[in-house]
């Protein structure tokens, strides 16, 4: 759900705790320990956490917070294989930052500490929207707060659209072949036929892939996460309307490994699929951008994915991590993720100021589409899953593979690994 530059980063808040005000109104804790965390994000989420933490360090200034955070620039599967690893090792954190991706595969092995009881015990956790809790849930056990989530939107360069004197979407709607004629109309071609401008990029990850399955009516593993679904008719057409937009249309270049943020930001390629994450950079290359709805063709449904903070079960100490987690959530660590580009914030009260309602011009169409949208599909096995669909839809958008063999291929591989799974799950 979430890309970001590649980096690694580890922060040490004993730094932030110095120069604390004395004299405070609230009681100061002289406890002393060290929690280790593991986040992951970019330039905003960097910045709202060390906040966050500096603010904890106010209370805990004993307390010593040694931050890693993962830019996540290969995915969601790579950071689970991550985590087991630190776990394995003796060498995980105390607090997770994590994602919807992520949450089966960890809470299936039972890494996390159930948080039913502080969740009941600070009422301030009303602000976000119920449904987040509800997703964050395993076997009834809540182990994740929410943070900031993303629904895929189309980002679209509204300079481009009135140089070809295309009008904007009406209120971010349209449908399938609305999309396909402005994606022609927004390509450009110099003297000698090269693409000069793309009108879109047929994206090359699977969180932004998902909405035109969900478009559609459909998916690619079924809704329970428990069988490949990619044998539904529509699943093909949504794969050949992708295909089509590359290969008869000429809107796209075929799915790389690298995504086209930058080409987009320079004004080579006019739309893209991603979430509200890249608002920052749309702000600081000055682009002209809005947000619309992901066009439809039965449904205007998009996909949702989000974070969450989890304790691990081998904490020592859990209440302090659970303390610096009331900080991580907070509405002033909240806005100030929003504001900055982050994901949406999961306080409505955060995504209601006037600094994140300013841009994009549409900001509002975040948490209107919120009750239209569907989990992006996170089943326990998700590292093999991710791995297995994107290996065959690239094949397939490149041509290497028909659509009829790349679905029948798919499928097979995903449901041996949905048997492996529940074979491991006792079932």
Known sequence: MHEFSRRSLLISSAALAVGASVGRAFAQSDVTATLKMQGFGGDAELSAMTNAIARFNKKYPNVKVELSVDPISTGWGDYVTKVFSQFNSGQQADVYGTAIETFQSFSSRSLFLPLNDFVAANPGFSDFAPSLFKQSSYKGDINYIPIGWNNIMINYNRDLFDKAGIAYPKAGKWTWDEFRDVAKKLTVKDASGNVTQFGYEVPN???????????NGTGAINDEWTASNMLDPKVAESLQFLHDLIHVDGVSPIPGKDMMDNQFMAGQVAMISRGHWIVQSAKNNKLNMDVAIPPSKVTDTTVIGFGGYAVAKTSKEPDLAKALILELTSEETQKEEGEKGGGVPGRKSAAETPGFLSFPPSAALYYQTLPNTKAV???????????????????????????????????????????RLKKRMGG
């Open 205 to 215: 990850q699977n969180f932004f892939v998902q909405p035109w399955f969900f478009s």
């Open 377 to 419: 599909p996170s089943p326990a096995n998700f590292q093999e899953v991710e791995k297995i669909f994107i290996r065959y839809y690239t094949a397939m958008m490149a041509g290497e593979v028909s659509i009829a063999d790349g679905v029948k291929q798919a499928d097979a591989e995903l449901n041996a690994s949905f048997e």
